[in-house]
């Protein structure tokens, strides 16, 4: 296999945090694209994910009473056949167990964090936004390679109305228990800022001013019992897993602080990349630094791309261990890159994407997003 690099097109606040912790990391899972397989945690969040999306709808949209049912259901299929015997905390009974425990501490009936509804009647469930990244001159900074403006991808769980006030609902899975400082961590999380920005720039008005962000925990942490029936009788009782709530706020000096440390770490990552193509798309550690700390063993766990840091032979690892996937975060989904860049180059411009979908595709200083807020 010949592996191919290409500056992503698109970018979200995981690749802008992984772009500074780490950037030869940065550069071999997205700009090289190459990444482990799916892992139980990655499954079971988007089907946790899904699952609630789905009982939402049934819940607004249709006024089905047994929103859970349908939220499970849903939450099964995405799951699928997947099995990782190692990781019993997230199977798919625990999920279905998860999901349901969610909708026991947020009962749709009564919740006071409501979905927005929009001009065109539907509910702001997982609502997405796509906008050009701008300079601090307000000018796109350009593709290095197809010339196109970079663009900047945001996807809440949920737009909803709370306390008189519009807020980013997001919800995050976590194996660990909630320590007494959960709830400060999300203070200063760029995440946030970077979606506050994304609303300023949409030109809808309902989200030119955004109160601030309503993050959802849920807890599914491991059993640490030795006998196997008492992990057993853990991990099937609902009541081990826990909730917790907290919200936060953005001011505007916060969300310019974001736009500016946004521009610097892209406009470096480019000329990085530049550089390197330039060198002739070889000794990438020459270009990208590495981390050699913490970043090594986020999460507790060793970084799947190690062994290219270990050894001058690294690249022959990823050759013969992984094929190349891009992260669309546009669409929140992974694609074969081989796939991506012959649907990519097949845009003659994105001008005449507008032209032949006028009815449902909305221009936004040159990103496309469906009036429901999709990109397209």
């Avoid at 992984?18 to 969040?45: M, T, W």
């Amino acid at each position: 296999m010949s592996i191919k690099n290409f500056f992503p097109l698109v970018l979200d606040s995981t690749q802008l945090s992984e772009a500074k912790s780490c950037e030869i990391r940065f550069f071999r899972r997205y700009i090289q694209h190459f990444n482990a397989p799916e892992s139980v945690d990655l499954i079971a969040g988007g089907a946790f994910a899904h699952g609630i999306h789905k009982g939402r709808n049934a819940f607004y949209v249709d006024n089905d009473p047994n929103y859970i049912e349908v939220g499970i259901e849903a939450l099964t299929e995405h799951y699928g056949d997947f099995y990782d015997p190692w990781k019993p905390a997230k199977s798919l009974g625990r999920m279905q167990l998860a999901l349901e425990s969610y909708f026991n501490q947020y009962d749709l009936r009564f919740d006071d964090v409501q979905p927005l509804k929009l001009e065109d009647g539907s509910y702001a469930v997982e609502y997405s936004l796509l906008a050009p990244i701008l300079d601090m001159q307000g000018n796109p900074i350009l593709h290095p390679t197809l010339k196109l403006p970079l663009l900047f991808s945001g996807r809440l769980d949920m737009l909803a109305s709370y306390a008189g006030g519009i807020y980013m609902v997001d919800e995050k899975t976590t194996g660990s228990y909630f320590s007494k400082s959960w709830a400060q961590q999300w203070e200063t999380r760029g995440q946030f800022s970077g979606y506050k920005w994304l609303g300023q720039q949409s030109g809808i008005p309902i989200l030119q001013n955004l109160s601030g962000a309503i993050i959802r925990g849920i807890c599914l942490p491991s059993s640490t019992a030795t006998n196997e029936d008492t992990k057993y009788k853990f991990y099937g009782n609902i009541e081990s897993i826990k909730h917790q709530q907290a919200l936060t706020t953005r001011s505007q000096y916060e969300v310019d602080n974001w736009h500016r440390d946004m521009v610097r770490t892209v406009q470096y990552m480019l000329e990085q990349y530049t550089a390197y193509l330039e060198h002739g798309e070889t000794e990438p550690e020459k270009f990208f630094s590495g981390n050699w700390g913490s970043s090594c063993t986020d999460y507790g766990k060793g970084c799947p791309l190690i062994d290219t840091c270990k050894s001058i032979n690294g690249e022959r690892f990823l050759e013969g261990n992984y094929e190349q996937y891009i992260w669309r975060p546009e669409q929140h989904k992974r694609q074969l890159l081989s796939e991506y860049l012959e649907e990519i180059h097949s845009l003659v411009c994105w001008e005449q994407l507008a032209k032949d979908n006028p009815e449902n595709v909305l221009k936004t200083e040159g990103s496309l997003i469906t009036k429901q807020g999709e990109p397209v």
